[in-house]
Structure formats: structure tokens, C-alpha cells
């Protein structure tokens, strides 16, 4: 860690502990429902299977006929096949056309990696956002594609289920417990609530009011199309379990209604797939109707089928990229994309990771097949199976950890990874002879090489602090490998001698000290986090520090970094020296001023370790001012952007006094020069001894105004900050009225002001005419750009569909004149012709962006009593 963490005032971080508490038991609260609920999903199963042995639901596994897994595998392919519809309805519901290639692809990885991970409205957003990103999109596009595909799943399996239901409500009503009739009245009400809504997308053209929320219906055709897109789409689904079911007595309608029940069931459950609960569900519906074993072994088959091999697959797909430029060029071009979404590595190679760790210890738990374990016993010595069995529960409990570091991008998690995926398929080899559990670890093994690139942070894995789902996911795992054990050896009766039982018929011996070894790591590692001694927490940036950021900020394009000269704000820098992020506490709030600086690889990594400091102490980050370009980073952290305003960019190779349009702004520049002004450059070495008449046109300024010096984002009267720019002075008939500070860089890319300051004797036009005399002597230097500043809110939407971030500032900007000139300050920038570029405020959802704002206010105005006062 950098010599640059702030020190706290306990006062602070008193108020951090206790502000923390109340957003850390909700954070608990939701994963730990679903971790419950999965443990009761977990016994349901295990009182349904209780008369069968573990033998029994492996012998219905082998008892699949091959033409069984074909036709699910075809019925998988054609349900995604229709996936695909969904997007193309969501895209045609908002206006924009993309091709059918890029669409297909990112509706494929959408819906493989949200099966798996669960929160599909998240996880499949968040993978829509990258991808659809690159092909044009925005970030509101994004959200409108995924709430349309949100609500057309929820409506299609509500009315496929009610259509089943109205045709067979007796298998439901085995279920439910609920009379037949009663099923059918509640179908019949579902089926004419779609149809009115159908209706209404035929005939109603103006947005639909519900409470504060207006809504624009698809067209009738859209709404039609879509409604048969989704009835296929969860025809076929449900079609992969109904091939795989050793008996089909069960009429399909009939089925697809108990199917349709048990998926929403899943999604209620808030857990990654549904995994418990539907199976639960369906074993309950289906228990009289087959023999329950070969259910089981169904329900096994359909979840390797439709979850896992399409997200292995996509996984693939996204690894591509990463493979090197050839591939890159072959693979783009015959998808027809302009990316295949590398910033969706990390998070695909850690729930793949998460995924084999947790197939590494079920394994472990389960008794392996009676003919591999004669081959490998006449061949392998014991000591060797005993060991790589105890390794095969280690590693498996040590992957789920680091999955959660390759989540971060941790370079240090990725070579674990490798090494622990490469070393488990050996030991599922000399387990078991189980090549399945081999292959998928060596396939990860090597999409780790492949996407090598990505992984690219220094923070130590034992540092990286795991998330509350990530806690509950691991438990989750752990739960079921010992559910597994005690199904698989409910016949054995346990003696304390089993632990130590080593022998070539022990293998509940092995499958309870591999349960153990697993634990047992994980165990360790969580008491290394509870005990670890806290990281130092140093002072504020010392002069030489400031020095050092000025150097890095110098050799950069962008002049944002040089605000940190100020000397107010923290320094964190980057491992290599090559970026830092200056940033303010205050209270809980870790914001940081403007996106870190650095190459792309190391704003990532500042980001996380700013993002880690913060959760270390209790706090929340924020990121204020950051430009589109960097929101991928933001987002793969799991926070949020919220828009702040739009800033002014001036191409300077277009602006000139010339022709008719700058008519007004060369009138204008003409008459100030009669009026007697003129402009004059300060070099950075005349500074200091210009500071006195630098001071006193300040000293003015602010007596006029009634105010005091800001800061955070705004530049103020420091001296040694003033020093280290050049300064731009204009003069009235000789005299000085008015001054600004310059950012510039070696670069010699992009220019802006930021401290500006005049006299009451500087005339009406000073402040243009200035303007205009740095856009002209820039673009003599040759510099691309000239930045102008945010014009607060502008540029926010006032769509019914828009955020409520967005619409309420939208109010403000047109009804708050008379507390700030929001439309006047756009205006006045209006006239040098600018590009308009969205600034974003990037911290958590809920009320956090507002705490947020107030906490920068009170950082930019000195305090709280700054905000009400001048």
C-alpha cells in the first residue's frame, strides 16, 4: 500500500461504524433468506430421496438414452434461439436496429451467464451494457432493453403456465393443495389480464399512468410477437427436462404448468438458478407419476444441459478476445461485432471458477464409479488416491475464494487459479479416473492463459474482502457437498474410527476428510480476516508527494489530474508510479475527484484499491466527474452512474472568428478591444513575482462576493498552486483586471482554466474576451482541445422511462434560476460552439448518490455552513 492513507478523526470514523450498520445487516439480510431457503430446498430433496441410494441415481443417470441428450440439447439451442427474440423486440420497442449477429451474441451471453449467476435483471443488464455499449448504444438504451426483456419473461411464463393451468390444473393442484376450480378461476383471471393489456397495446397510443410512472405499451404487433417469442421460448426450455424424464405419462400442458410453477418459484428464491428450489418444486409435482430416482437423475441432466454448457460456452466466446489479435480479427468478423466484451472476462472466468470449485468438492463427496476405481487401484498406490481425494475438497474450497479475486482482476488470484485448476485436474484423475471433473478444470485452466491480460491488478488476494454474497454463495457450497455425503453414505453408520479408516473400500472415509479439508481452508482463511492486524493509516499528502502527482499528471493527455495540485485532496497512487487517484473523506463518503489518472489497466486498479480503502473503513466511494469512457470500470465494481451535468469541449482546429455564425462573438471581441483590453500570457517562472497583483485582484473578487475560497473540484487562491501554472492576465487601458490559471500538460493536447478571478473595474465582456484570446493562442500552439467546464444538469432526460436521477434534475435545471444559472452558464458556452460530453457521479444506488452530493457540497464549500452562506 501507498505511503498515502489518510488518517480518520475518530469522530469520523465513529460515524462511519454507526451509519455502516444499519446498510450492513440489510446487505446480510437478503443472501442470508436465500441461503436459508436453499437449506430447506437442500432437506426437501433429501426427505424425496430417502428411500433411494446414491447408486440407485447414478445408474437412472447412465440409463439416458443418448437420443434423450441430443433432443435436450437440440431443445436448448432452439429455447436461446428465441432468447434472441427478446432483444430484437426490446431493440424494435425502443427504435434502434443493430445487426442480428451482435444481437444473437449478446442475447446468448446475456442469458447463459444471468442463468448461472442468478439476478438475471443485473447480472444479464450488466453483460447487455458492455457488449451493447460497444455497438452504439447508451447507457438508458441499456436499461430500456432490459426492463422490456424483464417484463416479457415474466408475462410469457405467467400466461404459458395460466394456459396450462386452464387445460390441466389437477397436476397443480397435487401441489398447491388448492381445489381444481379454484386454479382455474385464477388462470382465467391471468389470461384476461394479459389479454387487456394485449388490448391495450392495440389501441391505446399514449403512455400508460401508473402512480408517478408513465409507460409507453409496445405496438399490438410488437406485444403480440413478443407474447408467442416468450411462449416458445419456455415451451422449449421446459421441453430439455420433459425428454430427459424416464416416463412421459405426464400430458406436456400439463407438465409446462407444474414447469412454468417451479421457475418462478426459482426466481422468487433470489438463489443463482434456482438451484434447490426448483428441483424441490418439480420433485414434489412429479414424485407419483415416475420413479423418483430417475427424476433425480433427469433434474441432474437438465441443469448440465441448459445452465452449465451454455455458459461454459459463452464463457468461451468472451475468452476469445482475449486470445490475441488474430483470433480477435477471425472471431469479430464472423460474428459480426465490434467487441466480444473483454470487460465481461473477469466476471465469467470467476463464476466459471466458482462453478469448477464447486463440481471439484461435490465430487469429493460422492462415491466414485466401482469400474474406474479398479483400474486406478491396480495402478495407483493408496496413498495416493487418499491424498489427491483430502486435495480434491482443499482445492475445491480454495477456488470458491479465489474466484471472488478474479472477480477483481487480481493477478495474484489469477495465478492461483491456474495452478489450483491445473493441480485439481490431476487430482480428480487420481481420485476417481474423473476425466469430466478434469476436463472442465483444465478448460479453465486454460481460458485463464488465454485471458491473462485482463487479470491485471497487484492488491494481494489475502487483502481482497469478499462480498456478502460471495460469503453465502461459499456456505451454500460447503452445505451441499456435506448434503451430498450424507445422501451418498446414509448407509454407512458413523463411528469416530471412519476419520481415520484408510483403505481402498474408505471412500466415505476420504468423502468426509475431503468436507473437512474444504472447511477447513476456508476456515482459516476467514480467521486470517478476522485477526489481521489493521493496515497503517499515514498522513496526508506530504509537498513531495504533490510533486510526484504533478509529474504524473504532466506526461497525461487530460489536464482533470492538476486539480490535485490543490494540495486538499488525498494521494493514492498506483503500484507502479505510473497513476494516482486524489480523493477527500468525508464522513462515510470516499469520493474522488475526477476518474483516477493513468493508463487504462491502472484506473482500473486505483478504482478497486480507492473502492477497498473505503469498505476497509466502513465508508462508501464515489467517483465525481468521470467521463463515459471509464464507466465500464465502475460498473464491473458494482456501482452505479448517475449524471451530473454536460461539459463544454471546444475542438479548437474549428473555432475561429471567421463567417457568419461567430458574427456576434467577433462583434463583440472587436469592441472590447476598443474598450481597451488586452490579453497577456504569464509563464509559470514570472508567477511568483507577479503574485502580489495576482493576491490583490483575488482579495477583491472575494470581498465583492461576500464569499470564501472553494475547493475539491475548484481551484483556490494557494500560492503554491497558483505557482504551478501559467496564468492568463488581462488588462483595462493598462491596468489589471482580471486573471485565470492555465492546465496544460507536455502533451500539449488539451488546455482549460480553473482559478478565474476579476476586479469591479473589469468591463461586462472581460470574461469572453479572455475566452476568446486563450481558444486563439491554443489553437496557434496547436493544441486539440480547450475545456470549458460542466454546465450543471444539463443534458438530462425528462422521459417518462428516465430515471428519476435524471427527470428530478431535469426540474431543477429549468425551475432553480433563481438559486443557480444553470440555463445562463450553458449559454454563455453555447457561444464558443462546443461538443458536449456527459460527466457522471459513479457511487452506489439507493440514497447514496444524494449523501453524496451533500457531502461533496460541504467538501467544495469548506464545510456545511459553506453550502448556506456565500
Known sequence: MPSTTPVLEERDATAGRAVSADSQWRAWLGPAIALVVFAIAAAGIHAELQDFSYA???????????????????????????????????????????????????????????????????????????????????????????????????????????????????????????????????????????????????????????????????????????LAISALDILFSGLVLYVLLPVNDVPFLAFIALYASAAVAGLASHIPGGIGVFEAVMLVALRDNMPVAGLGAALAAYRVIYYLVPFVLATLVIALREAGPGIERVATRALGVARLGSSLTPFTMSLLTFTSGVVLLWSAATPGLPGRLRVLHAVVPLFVVETSHFLAGAIGGALLVTAHGLRHKLNGAWAIALAF?????????????????????????????????????????????????????????????????????????????????????????????????????????????????????????????????????????????????????????????????????????????????????????????????????????????????????????????????????????????????????????????????????????????????LEAISREWLGAKNTREKRFSLGAFVPDYVCRNDVALVRCKGLPVAFATLMTTARSVEASVDLMRHTGAAPGSTMEFLFVKLLLHFKALGYERFMLGMAPLSGLENHPLAPVWHRFGHLIYNRGERFYNFQGLRLFKDKFEPRWEPRYLVTHSGLNPLIVMVDVAALIAGGVGGVFSK
Request: aromatic fraction near 10%; include cysteine; charge should be neutral.
Open 421 to 693: 485448476s491445473v493441480l485439481g485436474s490431476f487430482a480428480a484423475l487420481t481420485k476417481g479416473v474423473d476425466y469430466e471433473e478434469a476436463t472442465l478444470l483444465m478448460f479453465v485452466a486454460v481460458l485463464l492463459v488465454l485471458t491473462r491480460k485482463r487479470f491485471y491488478r497487484h492488491t494481494a488476494l489475502i487483502n481482497s474482502t469478499l462480498s456478502v454474497g460471495w460469503v453465502f454463495g461459499v456456505i451454500g457450497a460447503l452445505l451441499g457437498m456435506y448434503a451430498l455425503i450424507l445422501f451418498s453414505y446414509k448407509h454407512v453408520e458413523y463411528a469416530h474410527a471412519l476419520w481415520w479408516q484408510f483403505d481402498r473400500h474408505g471412500e466415505a472415509s476420504r468423502a468426509m476428510r475431503a468436507g473437512l479439508a474444504g472447511a477447513a481452508g476456508i476456515f482459516v482463511w476467514g480467521l486470517w480476516h478476522l485477526l489481521r492486524p489493521p493496515r497503517t493509516r499515514l498522513a496526508p499528502p506530504t509537498p513531495a508527494e504533490v510533486d510526484r502527482a504533478e509529474t504524473i499528471a504532466r506526461e497525461r493527455p487530460e489536464v482533470e489530474g492538476l486539480i490535485a495540485l490543490l494540495g486538499d485532496k488525498q494521494l493514492l497512487f498506483a503500484e507502479d508510479g505510473d497513476g494516482f487517484v486524489s480523493y477527500a473523506v468525508r464522513r462515510t463518503s470516499w469520493v474522488a475527484m475526477g476518474d483516477p489518472v493513468g493508463p487504462p489497466d491502472v484506473i482500473s486498479e486505483l478504482a478497486w484499491r480507492l473502492r477497498e480503502l473505503a469498505d476497509m473503513h466502513g465508508g462508501r466511494v464515489a467517483f465525481y466527474q468521470t467521463c463515459a469512457a471509464t464507466l465500464p470500470v465502475y460498473i464491473d465494481m458494482g456501482l452505479t452512474p448517475f449524471k451530473l451535468g454536460d461539459e463544454a469541449v471546444v475542438p479548437l482546429r474549428e473555432f475561429s472568428l471567421e463567417g457568419s455564425r461567430r458574427k456576434t462573438l467577433r462583434q463583440s471581441h472587436t469592441r472590447a478591444e476598443r474598450d481597451g483590453l488586452t490579453f497577456e500570457l504569464i509563464p509559470r517562472a514570472d508567477v511568483p513575482a507577479n503574485m502580489p497583483l
Open 56 to 226: 440407485t441415481l447414478r445408474q437412472s443417470l447412465h440409463a439416458l438414452d443418448p437420443l434423450q441428450i441430443v433432443l435436450a440439447l437440440a431443445s436448448t439451442a432452439a429455447s436461446f434461439l428465441f432468447l434472441t427474440g427478446y432483444d430484437r423486440s426490446a431493440l424494435s420497442y425502443i427504435g434502434k436496429r443493430l445487426p442480428y449477429p451482435a444481437v444473437a451474441l449478446t442475447s446468448f451471453c446475456g442469458y447463459a451467464i444471468a442463468n448461472m449467476a442468478g439476478a438475471g435483471a443485473i447480472t444479464g443488464g450488466s453483460v447487455r451494457y458492455r457488449m451493447y455499449l460497444d455497438e452504439g448504444l447508451d447507457g438508458a438504451d441499456v436499461a430500456r432493453v432490459t426492463t422490456f426483456c424483464v417484463l416479457a419473461f415474466a408475462i410469457g411464463v405467467h400466461a404459458v403456465g395460466a394456459l396450462a393451468i386452464l387445460v390441466h390444473p389437477e397436476e397443480v393442484a397435487q401441489v398447491t393443495h388448492l381445489a381444481p376450480e379454484v386454479l382455474r378461476a385464477i388462470a382465467a383471471a391471468a389470461c384476461l389480464l394479459i389479454g387487456i393489456t394485449l388490448g391495450a397495446c392495440f389501441h391505446r397510443t399514449e403512455p400508460l399512468a401508473i402512480g408517478p410512472w408513465k409507460i409507453r405499451l409496445p405496438s399490438g404487433a410488437l406485444a403480440l410477437e413478443q
